[in-house]
């Protein structure tokens, strides 16, 4: 539901939202959601119950069944402008260098060349990759590969970032330190953020809110509102809130897995 | 050059002394004739005795070879955009590029040369034929096979179909599209011999190695036409290690086939 904060901006709103596919699957079915500008949201839960999808259709690239959804009030295809789409893997083009695949989107625009290296060149040092500029993806880590997906989404300036299990395939060492960044990136630049994990104490920690969703059909489950003091850094895992949310969120969680 | 890569060139230096030791001793304790058999000193004589002719016809059946390749690369890659692009299409026409590889060049070859004469330029139409499939099919799937989230994220840019075309699925196909080229550049020289078997004399008085072998087997000239299946030989040698450079050129930096990976 809407938490009814003082100058809260709906930015996303989800209603009634279904989508079936052809072979008439119900991937999410009825789901209302409104996420309001400057909110991270983390969606949770089993496979199968339409997370992924969610961000599918907010970003316009698949049509919803039933339902509507807005993106600061537009259509999915019009906001595309305003989102930016990162995916579980880099998807970095291996025969372009770093820098090459950060700038790809202002290139695809046609933007001015001299605008692009510069803001390219601030978006690496950013994500503490300039010293890797020149290299093709192949010769970075796992890490690094996420870190310049991450640049390449942030360069086109969004308002609204959609991130696909983006740390997934990392280890813990890894993505702990990214989540941080990406909190560092977050409060400065203060996107509208849905985030898709199977990670609990990821959820929990980067969140403003999480929304559990349960499978066959997608719905909404819960929601909790996280309140963890900001900015939150790597001591925030260590507090007894931290614990206690991850507690909560893992309960709630697990009844949605056992229906 | 590593101590290593020397002593692997040495070897295979002595190797090879040794099977032409081997070859001529067969020659020599058998007392073969030389139409039988010749010794690798008979050919090398035969090579230096009609050392202008030889090359001439290298040359010309480099020419055809050449002109049929390149051309089998630009129809290649062209016929592989539209079968990316509708599949429809692909499905349609597809048959008939395997049709293309299965039909026996031995039975096209003197039906072009019916149609097109007997010339450089029937030759030439053999080895784009013979040539051409190999390309179609590499390229296509090199094409096709972009992953999804790459088309997502161009789609997300608002980017042109020709953009996702230029930006994305050329450069990814680029790997199957040398692997093409490199399966079809042995084949082009086969293409190209085999044609002037049939063509005989592509310019007056003179032909192609294809020609040349024929003449040189019709006057027994065996040590003749040893030399000329050595450069039959070189030649198909020569064209897939071009093709190979500027494989590795294109893709050294990027593709994991051209250089063992580099991890960080």
């Known amino acids: 539901m809407v938490t009814d904060n003082k100058g809260a901006i709906p930015e996303i709103e989800l209603e009634g939202v279904t989508k079936r596919y052809r072979n008439a699957e119900v991937a999410v079915e009825g789901i209302s959601l409104t996420v309001n500008r400057g909110e991270f949201v983390t969606f949770l839960g089993p496979s199968g119950c339409g997370k992924s999808t969610l961000l599918k259709l907010v970003s316009g690239l698949s049509p919803v069944s039933d339902g509507t959804v807005r993106v600061n009030g537009m259509t999915p295809e019009n906001a595309r402008e305003l989102v930016s789409f990162i995916f579980q893997d880099a998807t970095l083009l291996p025969w372009r260098t770093v820098e090459r695949n950060v700038g790809l989107g202002m290139e695809l625009e046609h933007a001015a060349r001299l605008e692009r290296k510069e803001r390219v060149a601030r978006m690496l040092d950013l994500v503490s990759l300039s010293h890797v500029a020149k290299r093709y993806p192949r010769q970075l880590s796992g890490g690094m590969k996420m870190r310049a997906s991450i640049a390449r989404a942030l360069v086109s300036r969004p308002r609204i970032l959609l991130m696909d299990e983006p740390f997934a395939a990392l280890d813990e060492m890894t993505r702990d330190r990214l989540n941080e960044e990406l909190l560092r990136l977050f409060s400065e630049q203060k996107w509208t953020v849905l985030f898709v994990t199977h990670s609990v104490a990821e959820a929990v920690f980067l969140s403003t809110r999480v929304v559990i969703l349960a499978a066959h059909p997608g719905r909404v489950a819960h929601e909790i509102d996280v309140n963890l003091p900001w900015p939150r850094t790597a001591e925030t895992r260590e507090s007894k809130a931290f614990e206690e949310q991850v507690t909560q969120a893992s309960r709630l969680l697990r009844g949605v897995y056992h229906v | ?264």
């Not at chain 2, 230096?13 to 058999?37: D, K, M, T």
């Not at chain 2, 890659?77 to 429809?88: E, G, L, P, S, T």
């Not at chain 2, 093709?243 to 050294?252: D, G, K, S």
């Open chain 2, 1 to 264: 050059m590593t101590k290593r890569s020397l002593l692997t060139i040495f070897n295979s230096v002595i190797v090879f002394a040794c099977l032409l030791g081997i070859w001529q001793a067969v020659v020599s304790l058998n007392r073969l004739p030389p139409y039988i058999l010749p010794g690798p000193f008979a050919v090398l004589r035969a090579m230096h005795g009609r050392l202008p002719s030889l090359l001439n016809s290298l040359f010309i059946t480099t020419e055809e070879a050449a002109g049929g390749l390149a051309a089998s690369i630009v129809v290649g890659v062209a016929v592989a955009m539209v079968f990316a692009q509708w599949r429809w299409l692909r499905q349609v026409l597809y048959p008939y590029t395997i049709l293309l590889q299965t039909v026996p060049i031995v039975a096209i070859a003197p039906l072009v040369i019916n149609w097109a004469g007997a010339g450089i330029l029937s030759v030439t139409i053999v080895t784009f034929i013979i040539s051409l499939a190999p390309i179609i099919a590499n390229t296509t799937q090199g094409l096709v096979s972009v992953d999804e989230n790459l088309v997502h994220l161009f789609l997300m840019y608002k980017a042109t179909p020709l953009q996702i075309l230029y930006r994305l699925r050329l450069p990814n196909a680029l790997p199957n599209l040398f692997t093409g080229i490199r399966i079809s550049a042995g084949i082009s020289v086969i293409g190209g011999i085999t044609g002037e078997l049939f063509a005989g004399s592509t310019r007056v008085g003179e032909g192609g190695l294809g020609y040349a072998i024929i003449y040189a087997s019709n006057q027994m000239e065996t040590g003749y036409l040893f030399a000329l299946v050595f450069a039959a030989t070189v030649l198909g040698f020569s064209f897939f290690f071009i093709v190979m450079f500027f494989e590795w050129l294109a893709l050294h930096n990027w593709h994991e086939s051209s250089r063992p990976q580099t991890a960080e």
